[in-house]
């Protein structure tokens, strides 16, 4: 990502987030009337270092529960949470552009299990090894993702039984991540995102999409379709388990999910 690194952040935060084609935040008085389009990213990243780079910054802008992260978090944030998608599987990148500029994306991937193998090559041993050799110095997140991996602190979703996690992904097997800019928010822009890769799972004969999140987003979720299978408390707070598949969504559902 070296587009990316190798920026100076325009805010003064870590990470080098470019403007260069797109301005990020617009007024919510100015988006009235505005035409919104979504499109799905191409299978080279390398063509599309723009959008890409985008989408990190979105990510920052919205990752702490729908604020943004601290700057010094951002470079290594992003990492974590945009490199997969853009390394493994570009092509399942949507984003969300409203006057000229990008203001909302959907990043996921149509079979997690495969994802998960290929991550831990391509994405979280080169990480590990960026770890080891000083790249992120007293890094909180760096910190946390290293504990996470000896399975000293734990993700998450791993709140929930390992049987359920593992039904899950076999009987919805798409997951997603979602984010809007705050000022762009409540206007279809989410629901459109999660459609457009709706159909595209579809038309490829994915049965489900699964995810978890906090509890803000629920009714959005809930709104769009998706029905709310389990959920934990997690550090104090309640984590959630969603999911979407066509049709009936109980049809063949296996006892654990139920
Ligand atoms: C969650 C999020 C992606 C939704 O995107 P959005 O563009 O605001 O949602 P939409 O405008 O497409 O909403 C679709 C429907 O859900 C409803 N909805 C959206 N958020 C809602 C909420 N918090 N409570 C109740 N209903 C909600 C909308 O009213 C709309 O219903 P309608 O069709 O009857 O008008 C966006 O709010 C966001 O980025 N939030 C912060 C980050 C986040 O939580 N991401 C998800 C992490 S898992």
Known sequence: MDHWRSRKNPEGGVGGISRRRYILL???????????????????PADQPAEWTAVREICCRTGNDGKPVAGERWNFF???????????????????????????????????????????????????????????????????????FF?????????????????LKRFYPA???????????????????????????KSVGVAGVHLYCGERPVKFYLKIGFSELARVEFHGRPVFALSWRPGDPTLDRPPSLV
């Open 78 to 148: 992003a990492r974590l949470w945009i490199e997969p998608y853009e390394k493994i599987c570009p092509g399942w990148t949507y984003i969300a552009e409203g006057d000229g500029a990008i203001v909302g994306y959907l990043t996921g991937c149509p079979d997690t299990r495969a994802f998960a193998r290929k991550k831990l090559w391509r994405f979280t041993f080169p990480l590990l090894w960026n770890i080891a050799r000083g790249a992120y110095p007293d890094n909180k997140d760096a910190g946390r993702f290293l504990r996470q």
């Open 175 to 201: 997951h997603l991540h979602i984010n809007v800019q705050a000022e762009w928010r409540g206007l279809g822009i989410g629901k459109r995102l999660v459609d457009h890769f709706r159909e595209n799972l």
């Open 26 to 44: 617009s007024p919510a008085s100015s988006i009235e009337g505005k035409v919104i389009h979504v499109r799905r990213l191409g299978p080279q």
């Open 151 to 167: 399975y000293l602190d734990r993700e998450t979703e791993r709140g929930f039984p390992r049987r359920f996690r593992s039904e």
